[in-house]
């Protein structure tokens, strides 16, 4: 199956999952008073405080885990269906970017970041030349079943390349791979502007610092295809 490409600038807006945890919230909390209540001899209508003060803490404590630990489990994602995508990822970046000579850039060397929890996900994106971090960033899955990942930032070029290469903002996205070895691949557009390509098939477990490691380092192995469970 095909996953379509679209418009990283059209991006997605936050703020909605947070409504549903504070609803989850309130459930557990007055779930696990009235379970201690039940359990201590307290009448619906008499739960002291204190057994509601230990839902709300039993409550916090499960999303605190859930946040960090749990949506990774493969028997949760066989039924959320997010893809656990966090690591460092190796390819390229392709500009479109035409130089003075009429000729284009060859394929630049690339290694992106991605760290990850249940309601967020952070892109760091490195090259020979500069460093860009998101400002925004969200998964997003399509009608069509597959998961996109799309991202705002702000790219910071090394001092010494300043002279041909402005820090700017821009916007990228890319799909997640079906098949093995499809890892991740999009698009990105900037302010410049500018835009092009992104080929990520390698994957590690490792997390770097920099574009020159991440690209000498040998624990990268070939992107797994998404799938429930995995």
Not at 123 to 135: A, I, R
């Amino acid at each position: 199956m095909e996953c379509r490409q679209l418009n990283p600038f059209n991006a997605p807006k936050d703020g909605q999952p947070m409504n549903l945890k504070v609803r989850i919230s309130i459930a557990i909390a007055a779930g696990v008073g009235l379970a201690l209540a039940v359990l201590d001899g307290q009448g619906v209508t008499q739960v002291p405080f204190r057994i509601f003060s230990i839902g709300g803490l039993v409550a916090t404590l499960v999303f605190a885990l859930w946040e960090r630990f749990i949506w990774k489990w493969k028997v949760v994602r066989y039924f959320t269906d997010v893809p656990l995508i966090a690591g460092t990822w190796r390819g390229e970046t392709v500009s479109q970017y035409v130089l003075p000579d009429k000729t284009k850039l060859p394929p630049i060397p690339t290694a992106v970041y991605i760290s990850q929890t249940a309601s967020n996900v952070t892109v760091t994106l490195f090259t020979g030349e500069s460093k860009s971090v998101s400002e925004r960033a969200k998964l997003i899955k399509d009608p069509d079943g597959c998961w996109r990942l799309s991202w705002q930032y702000l790219n910071t070029p090394r001092p010494e390349v300043r002279d041909r290469s402005q820090p700017h903002r821009g916007a990228a996205e890319v799909t997640i791979g079906q098949q093995t070895g499809e890892g991740l691949q999009g698009s990105y557009f900037t302010d410049r502007p500018t835009q092009g390509s992104l080929h990520l098939s390698e994957w590690s477990p490792v997390r770097y610092g920099s574009s020159a490691t991440a690209l000498a380092g040998g624990e990268f192995q070939d992107a797994q295809p998404y799938a429930k469970g995995k």
